[in-house]
């Protein structure tokens, strides 16, 4: 509150302001995830799990890799649907944030052992198929959409917003 007027709210107090760039990268990290989450569980999880064993990290076996078949798909969409609706967004955009820390690194192993991908995998066997150049271009902007969904993206619309009273 202001001393001389206690009235008027500092910004710090109210509601949060609409950030326009903000609000943009939590919604578009969050439509990509949700759409690559999506195209991944639509197929069968054994068709993934033969995309993950093609980047032949050797510290991911068979079984593994069809555990992470199943898993990553729907922890994609949880993140994603999080950051759509501004629900945990910081912790979303961590997370978010950790999977692609995960995919460039596999892309770029793949990159220096120049081992050539039919599929990347990103968005399953029916979805968009992109190089692995092309990929790790798009992660990289993904990587800085994270980090503005970290800092900015929660304000005005979010779940976030709402749940703390300050929504207006």
């Known amino acids: 509150m202001d001393r001389k007027d206690p009235k008027k709210i500092r910004p710090a107090d109210g509601p949060r302001p609409f950030d326009a760039v903000g609000f943009a990268s939590r919604v578009l990290l969050g439509l990509v995830l949700a759409a690559a989450g999506t195209f991944k569980s639509a197929s069968p999880a054994e068709e993934f799990a033969l995309i993950i064993q093609s980047y032949q990290l050797q510290f991911i076996s068979p079984d593994m890799a069809l555990s992470l078949a199943v898993f990553m798909p729907w922890a994609e969409l949880i993140i994603g649907y999080a950051l759509i609706l501004g629900y945990f967004t910081r912790q979303a955009a961590l997370a978010a944030t950790g999977l692609l820390i995960c995919f460039i690194g596999a892309l770029l192993s793949?990159?220096?052992r120049d081992i050539q991908l039919?599929?990347?995998?990103?968005?399953?066997?029916?979805?968009?198929h992109p190089s692995p150049t092309v990929t790790l271009c798009m992660d990289f902007a993904l990587f800085g959409l994270a980090y503005l969904a970290w800092t900015r993206g929660r304000t005005a619309p979010s779940l976030d917003n709402w749940a703390d009273g300050s929504y207006t």
Do not use: H
């Open 110 to 112: 793949i990159k220096l």
């Open 118 to 128: 039919p599929n990347c995998g990103c968005f399953g066997m029916n979805g968009f």
